[in-house]
């Protein structure tokens, strides 16, 4: 009987002298019948690449198989084998896609309880030659930019090395690898399709995926043990917090089944470092669930615009929105404060006000934002010409910025926000001829006098700057992203086309050290983390994009196009089921479209550029990510308060900052943390989608 085949990929189980073996192998150049060879990707015995464990600590080691059996009929391979009392049947065939279904049925076929099993797929390539990692949401590269001295996923060192995850982490459940193979460079996803497991009080569990190291990176897909830092039954619960579990073993009654459905997706790779995107394409279409959508966009923008109100406070000159509210029972009680750019967002919230009162002919929201603007300006100025404070204390009156070393920083990811948002509304008020303060304009050409001057060494922006411009740190981040993206604001709103250009030179530098390969992926945007995360990657998506829309270059759109892959790593497509008495699982919650936020912080939140990717996948004829961003958009109106009470709010239109879909923190719960950002980053996506969507 032949091998299963499916394009240009080929699959079977042979029986040889030792058992058998699984031999996956595809055309290297199928648009090239004249260059093309068949090339085997994996060509191992299979009993190497099962494991089955008996007893605490569980052990990632081969099968001892007694005998096989095989079946090869058309369409579908199968094999089986026994160890001890437990049975596996190993089931192979190919989907319209042309992945293969690997589907692994393990039974107990004893008269006895069998307790304390960890069963599953150990996936080993053996060594693998300049390999890259993508295990979504959690590893990328192996994090080579997270803190060392911070607990963070990792696989670590060979041998002993690992971290092995619950399904529920992933928002994409499955794991990429791409290597080089001589002068072919290839690509494996290994995809888990996840089944509840509930318990009689209730509790959910899944089986697990991660990767451990040997001589090479060993993909594993198991029944729900854990791994973290090699370390075997340890789960991550925290910001840099691990605890020991009994939690992931399987037991199996007499006759009992636990199955696993896997998929797996191979082919050659064009680009180094960017396999992650085939992770994308075959995960969006492996899990077509559409979410949720509790609100339209017009619901979105009042209770949010309830919120925003509640956020503005003025007192003769000193005029803004404070980042947290100061209604008791409304989330945290904090000294009140204005919080401009990361999770305040103070300037942003000012364009919202102004952007419905435009809409709405409401003067009062228009000079709201004018005086809040300012405010800033009249105030916020350091000793360094160009260079302004994050914050202002309103109870001491103090103008103040971040700490780090003991020692005060103006964070360049939040001044970069703050300068993006001060030309955002600078071209708001001019679309609707609005007079614009000559002050304004002035402090653009200030701020961007001041980044060119505070450029490292490399030509990237530091992740901060001391009060006078000296850099924080000369580490390697994407934290300053968000300064290139001002200064293309700025370039149009300024008619600038130096500017434009520069700031064109600083992204290729970011794009060189990032986005080329990978090798680094984008990190440290995320200010309380220091690791890999979403919101720097989101930064040069926006960044690229901007640059196409202005330039109209496509080699600008191909740099958004693969950040817009990379960010989608971050997003939900499928909603893990929640304990039985957990509130969102009450509140129907939803996690499809949701985004997480670093590999440190394995929660969800709101923060995402639906608006622009939506724009970006409408400008290059592009559906899917239309698609994703308009699910994005629909997912994030779970959450939002209706009413006094809901969700723990008094103010309709409040959102908690977190909502916890796993065992780090409190799964099943969302938090009542209100930053003012969570106002201000979704409903300024409301607005533009609803403009662009009339």
Not at 22 to 34: E, G, I, Q, V
Not at 62 to 91: D, F, K, L, N, Y
Not at 296 to 304: G, H, P, Q, V, Y
Request: aromatic share 10%; charged share 20%.
């Amino acid at each position: 009987m032949p091998a299963l085949t499916s394009g240009d990929r080929t699959a079977e189980l042979r029986r040889t002298p030792d058992g058998v073996v699984l031999h996956l192998a595809a055309t290297s150049s199928p648009t090239s019948p004249t260059t093309s060879a068949v090339m085997t990707y994996v060509e191992r015995p299979i009993a190497d690449l099962l494991t089955c464990s008996a007893g605490r600590p569980w052990q990632p080691n081969a099968m001892q198989p007694e005998g096989w059996w095989i079946s090869r009929r058309p369409g579908e391979h199968r094999a089986g084998c026994r160890t001890g009392p437990v049975a596996v049947e190993v089931r192979l065939s190919f989907d319209p896609a042309d992945r293969l279904n690997l589907e692994l049925r393990w039974r107990n076929t004893g008269q006895r309880r069998l307790g304390d099993l960890a069963v599953g797929l150990l996936l080993d390539l053996g060594r693998l030659t300049d390999c890259q990692l993508t295990l979504p949401g959690l590893i990328y590269n192996d994090n080579p930019s997270a803190d060392p001295a911070r607990a963070v996923p990792r696989l670590g060192p060979a041998p002993g090395g690992g971290f092995v995850a619950e399904e529920d982490r992933l928002p994409i459940p499955g794991v990429n690898l791409e290597w080089r193979a001589g002068r072919e460079r290839r690509w494996l996803s290994v995809f888990s399709r996840p089944a509840a497991r509930r318990s009689a009080d209730g509790l959910v569990r899944y089986g697990s995926l991660g990767l451990i190291r040997r001589e090479g990176p060993v993909v594993a897909a198991l029944s729900g043990v854990l791994m973290f830092d090699g370390k075997q039954d340890v789960r991550y619960v925290s910001k840099a917090e691990t605890e020991s579990t009994d939690d992931g073993y399987l037991t199996l009654l007499p006759g009992e089944v636990y199955t696993q459905r896997l998929v797996l997706d191979w082919g050659p790779q064009e680009y180094r470092g960017h396999a992650f995107r085939h992770l994308v394409r075959s995960g969006r279409s492996l899990f077509g669930e559409p979410g949720a959508r509790p609100l339209d966009l017009d619901e979105i923008i009042a209770r949010k615009t309830i919120a925003l109100d509640n956020r503005w406070y003025r007192n003769g000159t000193v005029a803004g929105y404070t980042k947290f509210s100061d209604v008791t029972g409304n989330g945290p009680v904090k000294a009140r404060h204005f919080l401009y750019g990361w999770t305040g967002q103070a300037l942003k919230l000012a364009w919202c006000d102004a952007r419905i009162g435009f809409e709405s002919g409401d003067r009062s929201r228009i000079d709201r934002c004018r005086a809040a603007v300012e405010f800033y300006l009249a105030g916020s100025s350091t000793r360094t010409p160009g260079l302004r404070h994050n914050a202002y204390q309103v109870g001491s009156r103090r103008w103040t910025s971040f700490r780090s070393g003991g020692r005060a920083m103006v964070s360049s990811r939040a001044y970069g926000e703050t300068i993006n948002d001060l030309a955002e509304i600078i071209a708001l008020f001019r679309s609707h001829g609005e007079p614009v303060p000559p002050s304004w304009p002035d402090a653009l050409v200030a701020s961007l006098k001041f980044l060119r001057t505070a450029l490292l060494p490399d030509g990237t922006f530091p992740i901060g700057w001391r009060l006078d411009g000296a850099p924080v740190s000369t580490a390697v981040s994407a934290a300053g992203i968000p300064c290139v993206l001002a200064a293309l604001k700025a370039s149009a709103v300024l008619h600038d086309s130096w500017l434009l250009s520069e700031a064109t030179t600083w992204l290729t530098r970011y794009h060189g050290q990032h986005a080329r390969t990978f090798d680094r992926p984008f990190a440290r945007s995320t200010l309380d983390a220091a690791c890999e995360d979403k919101e720097a990657g989101m930064y040069f998506f926006l960044a690229a994009y901007e640059l196409f829309r202005l330039t109209g270059d496509h080699l600008y759109a191909s740099w958004a196009e693969v950040a817009a892959a990379w960010l989608l790593t971050w997003v939900y497509v499928w909603s893990p089921e929640q304990d039985l008495d957990a509130p969102l699982r009450a509140a129907g919650f939803n996690a499809i479209g949701w985004p997480t936020v670093s590999v440190q912080n394995h929660h969800l939140d709101a923060f995402f550029p639906s608006y622009e990717l939506r724009e970006f996948g409408t400008l290059t004829g592009s559906p899917a990510y239309v698609a994703a961003a308009e699910t994005t958009m629909n997912a994030l109106g779970q959450g939002i308060c209706a009413a006094p009470g809901d969700w723990g709010f008094q103010i309709i239109g409040e959102q908690g900052e977190a909502v916890f879909q796993t065992h780090w923190q409190r799964r099943g719960h969302a938090n009542t943390w209100n930053p003012s950002w969570v106002i201000a980053v979704p409903l300024a996506n409301a607005l533009r989608l609803r403009e662009s969507t009339r």
